[in-house]
């Protein structure tokens, strides 16, 4: 009974520590980082309390000193971990996100022409462009 005890807990620990090695983290500017779970679990969380973060699944990103930019396809129903947001053309449309370090906020989700827009107001530099996920 006792060595079925101890090789339960050893397959738990092992398949718990191989689960938690799956996650890659990079970290972004002004106190953010993206977490990087798999295919469809990839978010852009805060270190600090009380800023909005961006919920998975985020597609592409980029960043420098002064902002964070993203798109993201949402998940067919709200994680509870984030405030809900309002998808506006449903969930299966891709979003765009803008961070904006130096006012505290952050936009999104946003279309296409939000963004744009968003960019410009914010003076996004022209060659802060999306890029794919980097998993190293």
């Not at 101890?6 to 990079?26: N, P, Q, T, W």
């Not at 996004?124 to 794919?132: G, R």
Request: aromatic share 10%.
């Amino acid at each position: 009974m006792k060595t079925t005890a101890i090789k339960c807990v050893s397959i738990f620990c092992i398949l718990f520590s191989l689960a938690s090695c799956s996650d890659v983290e990079k970290k972004l500017s002004g106190g953010y980082f993206l977490r990087m779970e798999g295919k469809d679990l990839n978010d852009i969380l805060s270190n600090s309390a009380g800023r909005k973060e961006i919920p998975s699944n985020v597609l592409t990103c980029n960043y420098d000193n002064n902002f964070i930019i993203a798109s993201q396809k949402p998940g067919k129903t709200d994680d509870p971990l984030y405030e809900p947001a309002v998808y506006k053309s449903g969930r299966n449309t891709i979003y765009y996100w803008l961070i904006v370090h130096s006012k505290k906020i952050t936009l999104g989700p946003l279309s296409n022409h939000e963004f744009l827009s968003a960019r410009q107001a914010y003076n996004v530099p022209a060659d802060l462009v999306l890029e794919p996920l980097d998993w190293e």
